[in-house]
């Protein structure tokens, strides 16, 4: 190493020399220059130093070496030329070695090769972990040494058992794999029934969670399709799918059914003149129905009967029946208004005698729109004549002579012309006419103050029965 340094140094030391020479010249060609001018102008000289390389020093990089391997080198100058300036050197290691860094170095113009190498005693990688397995090498990961492998209990060989590091620095075979073929067991909890609660449709139902194992895997992935356990279920039939997985992704599944069974009541059919309204889906156990009736009808009965657990209805089903009009216990005005206080409207029409065009148009119209008047709740009540003829009438009942002078008073209803009053369920003066009134008026008025929202949506659903 020494021999190779000392002509470096050597000419190092040359070439400094070279240089403070030629600077010491400059600077005395400079000062001449400058004590001989005239006319106040100094002359300078440039002079551009360019190292000059040595293509012919046959030892510009020091020689290359390589333990445990061998250099060849090539060199523009010829083969005595090992080291001189553009040399190309080939880097090769012995057997049973491998060569680390560059394959191919040059020597350059900084007196510098363009990169290292050596040789590094040749080993096989070290071998990846085997899953659920494991391995024993004789010799570690040197040449020669051989790796046996074993796999965990519940797990399958896949491969070659042994693999030995060959002097090409690989390992013979291929990697072994431990496999896990047996699928895991899965057993679900068996199907169930359950009734709806009383006025629902679902019921909540629940289940333990199905019991899992496996011969290898004691953390297995359970998996769940359908709703969970606790939830509400819809009436009918719903399959319940378990999957278990194991690490090697081997599958398992099982099944049962959840099945939500709803009691139901025959549907009870509405009364003659009136109507159902019923809670929940109607019929089923729980369901309350409230017996309604059109307007000039009573309940009679029940108002309301329930669906039992056992498909049964409680009670008997009411009915609607015309209002129970005593005439002969009415005495007089207000005893009238109270049999329809909070149940009718009354619509009082007066007119000279049967006979007066005006009643007699304003009766046909009334006539046709009958159906409308009973589904808005009015009862027509007739004040025809005068003294000592006058009758009075609700459809064929007739009032006395009392009932009708204080209705005629309380409202002040004059006999000697066609005249009309509209009264509300309390009974309250909304509306009065002179003259006959079409039905469609007529109802624009009852609906504008008197129908509430129930019986307004019960028009509109039978709006067309009644025309």
Same mark, same amino acid.
Request: aromatic share 10%.
């Given at each position: ?16 020399? *070279? ?20 006319? =106040? ?5 440039? %002079? ?124 013979? =075979? &291929?990697?072994? &794999? ?34 899992? /194992? ?83 009808? %009573? ?49 009082? &029409? ?14 046909? *119209? ?72 079409? /039905? ?28």
């Amino acid at each position: 190493m020494w021999n190779l340094l000392l002509p470096h140094c050597a000419r190092v030391s040359t070439d400094f020399n *070279m240089r403070l020479f030629n600077i010491t010249a400059l600077f005395m060609v400079l000062f001449t220059a400058a004590s001989g001018t005239t006319e =106040g102008h100094s002359a300078f000289v440039e %002079e551009d130093y360019t190292p000059q390389l040595n293509y012919k020093d046959p030892y510009w990089c020091h020689s290359p070496g390589l333990t445990n391997g061998e250099v060849t080198c090539h060199s523009p100058r010829g083969p005595s030329y090992r080291s001189t300036l553009g040399t190309r050197c080939n880097m090769k290691c012995d057997p049973g070695f491998r060569l680390i860094g560059r394959s191919s170095i040059q020597c350059l113009a900084n007196r510098r090769w363009s990169g290292t190498a050596f040789c590094r005693k040749m080993r096989c990688h070290v071998l990846p972990l085997v899953y659920h397995g494991r391995y024993t090498c004789t010799k570690g990961f040197m040449v020669d040494s051989r790796c046996d492998f074993r796999c965990d209990a519940g797990y399958r060989f896949e491969g070659e058992h042994s693999r030995t590091c060959l002097k090409s620095g690989l390992w013979s =075979g &291929i990697q072994p &794999i431990c496999s896990d073929m047996d699928p895991p067991k899965i057993k679900c909890p068996p199907s169930r029934l359950k009734f709806a609660q009383p006025g629902q449709l679902t019921a909540t139902v629940s289940w333990d969670r199905p019991v899992v /194992s496996d011969t290898a895997d004691k953390s297995l992935e359970v998996t769940l399709i359908g709703p969970e356990p606790g939830t509400e279920f819809k009436e009918g039939p719903t399959v319940i799918r378990y999957k278990v997985y194991d690490q090697a992704k081997n599958r398992a599944a099982c099944k049962f059914i959840v099945r939500v069974e709803v009691r139901r009541c025959l549907e009870l059919t509405p009364p003659l003149h009136g109507y159902l309204t019923c809670s929940s889906d109607g019929n089923n156990y729980g369901a309350v129905c409230e017996y309604h009736c059109d307007g000039g009808y %009573e309940r009679s009965g029940l108002s309301s009967r329930v669906c039992q657990f056992d498909h049964s209805w409680e009670g008997e089903p009411a009915q609607c029946v015309p209002p129970d009009f005593k005439s002969s216990t009415l005495k007089t005005a207000s005893s009238l208004l109270s049999q329809f206080y909070e149940k009718q409207r009354l619509l009082i &029409i007066s007119a000279p005698n049967t006979t007066d065009q005006d009643y007699q148009m304003q009766n046909m *119209m009334i006539q046709t729109s009958d159906c409308g008047l009973d589904l808005r709740h009015v009862t027509v009540v007739e004040l025809l004549g005068s003294p000592p003829r006058e009758t009075g009438r609700i459809k064929d009942d007739t009032l006395t002579a009392d009932v009708i002078e204080g209705l005629r008073q309380t409202f002040r209803i004059s006999r000697s012309y066609f005249n009309m009053v509209l009264l509300d369920e309390l009974g309250l003066d909304r509306e009065r006419f002179i003259t006959p009134v079409s /039905s469609d008026e007529l109802f624009s008025y009852i609906d504008s103050f008197v129908l509430n929202e129930e019986e307004r949506e019960r028009m509109e659903h039978r709006r067309d029965f009644c025309q």
